[in-house]
């Protein structure tokens, strides 16, 4: 692959409404984004291997999901989020049932640029990880 096998670039904050702003409300907290509901966007059953820089990688998201990823032998990361956009408040955004794998025995590359990150966690709260499955970061 290239340097990415997915890249979100930059929002990905899915909506009702996409061109009108994101509203949390405690009026109603059964549905606090009632005036905007948010959308959720599953990426489902993707593989990224041997990328340049990054298997899956996203810039600011949303109620996005990440089901069932494999990833494996990426440069520098496996799986990298930067962002949860700050209005979202209560952990929609998920890396759910992940194979992450450091190095196979196919790692040439891997190996001579150093050692490839599992998960990038992003710079923000409200952000969940679930049967997450790391193997083969023993670097020696």
């Known amino acids: 692959m290239g340097r990415y096998g997915l890249r979100i670039f930059h929002n990905h904050v899915p909506r ?6 994101i509203i949390w409300s405690r009026k109603k907290p059964e549905d ?8 959720t966007a599953n990426y489902v059953d993707f593989t990224g291997w041997k990328c340049n820089r990054a298997g ?5 998201i949303g109620d996005v999901r990440f089901i069932d990823h494999k990833v494996a032998d990426n440069l ?3 799986i990298l989020i930067e962002k949860v956009d700050p209005q979202i408040k209560d952990n929609r ?3 759910i ?12 590359k891997v190996l001579e ?10 710079r923000s709260e409200n952000y ?6 790391f193997y083969h970061f023993d670097w020696g």
Request: charged share 15%.
């Open 16 to 21: 009702q409404y996409p061109c009108k702003p």
């Open 128 to 133: 969940i990880i679930k049967g997450a499955k």
């Open 97 to 108: 049932n992940a194979l992450i794998i450091g190095k196979s025995a196919n790692t040439e």
């Open 32 to 39: 606090p984004y009632y005036k905007n509901p948010l959308v």
């Open 93 to 95: 955004g998920a890396l």
């Open 113 to 122: 640029a150093g050692r490839s990150k599992g998960f990038s966690a992003p």
């Open 56 to 60: 899956s990688i996203a810039g600011m």
């Open 76 to 78: 520098e990361h496996n």
